[in-house]
């Protein structure tokens, strides 16, 4: 069976599809996949879907300098239940003394060691349930980084994980500081799919988050009562200018009126922010079953301008705005008055 998404029309050479495998009915079993975890009929201890790993003696996780041959990944990350991540290393570091802090694991300006100190390609941090790790900027950045989470939590056997992106985002039609939990994400022609070329062949995979998970964000906002919170679409580009229609870059072929007019078109499609992971992050929450979120905070509405032009204080406190979102959440996910 051969799953399309709704609202578009296939190329004649590229494939949708909303799992990875629909030729063969029994490949979905591979790699520790269960159906009735996927269900919601037990605890879900498998996120992969890949035959070819039963077959290897080891696993390295390269780009975490990770390995099931030289580390006890149970014991490491075992108890893992929410994972937060987010584009630079320092905020991640800050993150998860911050979230230590506020679940009393240990004093908030502790030192916490780098997991990932022996490669310069990603940062991670560990408090108790939570696990903390950057991803660098763009869709490949993060999505080699996910693959090898996604391995981590399947060796680690950990179970009912929550994986959340916090990040900045530029705004359409928002103020500046304003939080939007991701509905969908989108591509930059509106469209609710991530493409990626396997083989040669395009493949179209479902950009869809939970959307349980979404609203019980947003309700944590209302808790919270300290900022404007809202769920939208995101639309993921593939660059930070001429993908975005910036007009601040080293090359622009287009007029402020054309700008305009495309921000526009993408308001009314319901995208309320533009960044460059959002994409890639729910088609793979989506192929694993990891419950998936993303929490972004606009630094400035793109209709209004491309440069940031708010105090150095002022991007600092935004930057706050989707950690102290996601703490509330956690908190209440652990009965941590």
């Known amino acids: 069976m051969i799953y399309s998404l709704a ?4 190329p004649a050479n590229c494939t949708s599809l909303v799992a990875p495998f629909t030729s063969e009915p029994n490949r979905n079993m591979a790699a520790g996949f269960n159906e009735e975890k996927r269900a919601g009929k037990g605890p879900q201890s498998s996120y992969i879907i890949n035959p070819h790993l039963d077959s290897m003696k080891e696993d390295i996780l390269y780009h975490f300098n990770l390995g099931t041959a030289t580390h006890d990944l149970p014991a490491m990350f075992g108890d893992v239940k929410f994972v937060c991540i987010g584009g630079s290393p320092w905020r991640m570091r800050s993150f998860i003394q911050y979230i230590a802090g506020e679940l009393r694991l240990s004093d908030p300006n502790a030192d916490f060691p780098d997991i990932c100190a022996g490669t310069d390609r990603y940062s991670m941090y560990k408090a108790g349930p939570v696990l903390s790790i950057s ?5 490949p950045s993060i999505g080699i980084m996910l693959h090898e989470l996604i391995k981590l939590l399947h060796h680690a056997r950990c179970t009912d994980v929550t994986i959340i992106r916090i990040g900045t985002s530029g705004g359409i039609g928002l103020n500046p500081g304003t939080v939007v939990i991701t509905k969908q994400s989108v591509d930059a022609t509106f469209l609710p799919q991530f493409e990626q070329i396997i083989l040669g062949k395009k493949v179209l995979r479902s950009t869809d988050l939970d959307e349980k998970l979404s609203e019980e964000l947003l309700q944590c906002s209302k808790k919270l009562n300290e900022f404007d919170t809202v769920i939208g679409n995101t639309m993921c580009t593939l660059d930070f200018y001429e993908g975005q229609a910036r007009l601040d870059g080293a090359f622009c072929s287009y007029t402020e009126e054309e700008k305009q007019n495309y921000l ?26 990891l ?3 993303v929490v972004c905070v606009t630094l400035l509405d793109r209709r209004k301008g491309d440069q940031m032009t708010s105090s150095h204080d002022t991007l600092n406190d935004y930057q706050m705005r989707p950690q102290k979102l996601v703490r509330h959440y956690i908190k209440k996910q652990l009965n941590v008055v």
């Open 7 to 10: 609202g578009f029309t296939e």
């Open 135 to 139: 991803h660098g900027m763009g869709i």
């Open 264 to 289: 526009e078109e993408a308001y009314t499609a319901g995208v309320r922010n533009i960044e460059m992971e959002s994409s890639v992050f729910a088609a793979m929450c989506k192929l694993s079953g």
């Open 291 to 293: 419950r998936g979120a």
